[in-house]
């Protein structure tokens, strides 16, 4: 990979105003152009890397939009890696003002370049059928006063509530729909000109707030406030903890806990429709269920891993538990936490991550995208490909289904591809770098080692890398001498004694170097070590996404099932709850 250049601020400005007026103009090669210019620049400091990032990202979201607009379209995945990569850098920033509080006005300037880039991020995963993560990342800006986001938030919730199949459900989305229109419309002056006129402009936003308020006067009354809704909470103080909690994280299979956090919300509903199914006497009863009955298996295995990121997050770091308490543990001096909470994680994170196979599996099997022989090749990356290919399956090349196209952009970030293989070569090639992380973390579990520790004084422990760089420092000059000898042997035989003597004393020491750093390779890379507090930050990440995706695959086959023709005599099915 060729080495990035350091951006003077002077072009740094330059060509962020020259992607405002290539995007002005429609410009989309030359946009594509700046983009991979950009991309070969970096900066000492992180909120002028936040801002190439930005920049590059809002340039391939602009050519998505517009353009590339393809089930499986690349600038779309490109638009919203760069953005990942520029919340990296909001971390990294965050992390410099704790040892020195940058001016006022750099501050302002993060702030607002922050509220955009989340306003942006929000609108590209909208953008790609993602519509759950979007409303996440609309939260920060809309409570930072930024009216973009709540006009984004506002088309973004319209385009939600007609793709859920509940009408109860989509009515309250189609609220806070309406709610968010009126307060976008009410602050027209805070958009520039131009856009002020395109939303006046548009017919759409008058015509949807005047059929919305006709029909609350029609139903509103059978619809009251979320929040005003109480549900039949569990006696125990542990389980109602354990809604709330759940509320709060946004960890319910329903729709409307994007929305809310009210009692209302406390349910998994979201499931399989019952299918209509050609009549066929071969089949059990159980056979007939076995997609009902997968589905219900995820969102157990869902549940399971949910409840316990709830216990891992309420036991302290350093609580001790009988469960491991019958042999004595060997103390490896790096600060390692084995306890129940660390395990409760780790399951979290396997489970939650298993779930995304499991997705591919029944979409392969429900839809029938290869034969029952072919199982074994099933992955949540490949399932949308034809065999050996890159490209897509004829079912979703030019679907309409905005939850298959959600899915499939979640599948392109849990990267899955060979360590060998470059980033834009990998179907896989969409992650960021905390989805990249993951990929690791998933595979030091299940085929290497793995361990959590406490990561302040781990990162404060002693820094080796100094004595490594010595060490290679006398390797490189003991080859340089052995070189050297070598040489002068050939040309003054008449000290040979001598020289061999020296030489040979070279290589000794050049092989204990050589055999040192080796062993230092292999003994440092044997375990994967991750902090307690970032380990449980990627597992909540993961989490939310299995989440997702579970309301998306809901979502996708029902959407699919509600536009089906049928040949020949068919009956709808019956699914029975225990």
């Known amino acids: ?98 040892r020195s509080i940058p001016p006022d006005e750099v501050m302002s300037a993060f702030y607002d370049l922050r509220n955009r880039l989340l306003t942006n991020m929000a609108n590209e995963l909208d953008y790609q059928g993602r519509c759950l993560e979007a409303l996440s990342y609309y939260a920060e800006p809309i409570e930072s006063g930024n009216v973009h986001a709540v006009l984004s938030k506002a088309r973004c919730l319209y385009r939600f509530a007609h793709g859920v199949y509940d009408d109860g459900h989509a009515y309250y989305l189609q609220r806070e729909s309406s709610n968010c229109y009126k307060n976008a419309l009410s602050r027209i002056d805070e958009f520039p000109l131009e856009q002020r006129h395109s939303i006046e402009s548009n017919p759409f936003h008058n015509h949807f707030l005047t059929w919305f308020q006709e029909q609350e006067l029609q139903y509103g009354s059978e619809f009251p406030e979320l929040d005003t809704l109480s549900g039949s909470l569990p006696d125990t103080k542990k389980e109602k903890d354990y809604l709330i909690w759940c509320a709060q994280h946004r960890l319910f299979i329903n729709e409307l806990n994007g929305i809310s956090t009210s009692e209302a919300v406390y349910h998994d509903v979201l499931s399989l429709p019952n299918f209509t199914a050609r009549i066929n006497t071969l089949l059990t009863t159980s056979e007939e269920l076995s997609f009902h009955g997968h589905f219900d298996e995820m969102k157990t295995d869902y549940c399971y891993a949910r409840y316990l990121a709830f216990m891992g997050s309420s036991i302290p770091l350093f609580e001790e538990h009988f469960f491991n308490s019958t042999f004595e543990h060997v103390d490896t001096l790096d600060y390692e936490i084995n306890n129940l909470k660390t395990n409760h994680l780790k399951s979290c994170f396997q489970v939650s991550y298993s ?34 290919s890159q490209e897509l399956k004829d079912i979703f090349k030019n679907s309409d289904n905005d939850y298959f196209r959600a899915l499939y952009f979640i599948s392109r970030e849990i990267r ?163």
């Open 1 to 98: 990979m060729d080495r990035k250049k350091e951006i003077s601020i002077e072009l740094h400005s330059e060509k962020s105003a020259l992607m405002d007026k290539l995007c002005d103009q429609n410009d989309f090669d030359g946009i594509i152009q700046l983009c991979e210019d950009i991309e070969t620049y970096t900066h000492a400091t992180p909120l002028i890397r936040l801002h190439l990032f930005y920049n590059i990202g809002s340039g391939y979201s602009h050519v998505a939009a517009r353009r590339d607009n393809q089930f499986d379209s690349r600038s779309s995945g490109l638009a919203l890696l760069n953005f990942r990569k520029a919340m990296a850098e909001v971390k990294t920033f965050a992390r410099e003002c704790f």
């Open 355 to 388: 779930i995304f196979d499991k997705i591919s599996f029944l979409l392969h099997r429900f839809f029938e995208l290869d034969t029952v022989q072919n199982d074994h090749q099933v992955d949540f990356k490949k399932v949308w490909f034809k065999p050996r």
């Open 416 to 578: 899955q591809g060979g360590r060998n293989i470059p980033d834009d070569k990998d179907l896989s090639y969409w992650f960021d770098p905390d989805t990249q992380r993951l990929f690791k973390i998933r595979n030091a579990m299940e085929h290497r080692a793995f361990k959590l520790v406490d990561a302040v004084p781990h990162r404060n422990s002693k820094d080796e890398s100094l004595e490594i760089e010595e060490c290679r420092s006398r390797l490189l000059k003991a080859q340089q001498d052995i070189e050297s000898i070598s040489n002068q042997l050939l040309q003054e035989p008449g000290n040979k004694d001598e020289l061999e003597s020296q030489l040979e004393k070279l290589r000794r020491q050049e092989a204990n170097l050589v055999k040192d750093l080796d062993e230092k390779e292999r003994m440092s890379s044997y375990f994967v070590i991750v902090g307690v507090e970032e380990f449980e930050s990627l597992t909540m990440k993961l989490l939310t996404l299995a989440k997702d995706a579970l309301v998306y695959l809901s979502l996708a086959i029902h959407y699919e099932e509600s536009n089906k023709t049928h040949d020949g005599l068919v009956l709808p099915s019956f699914v029975p709850k225990k």
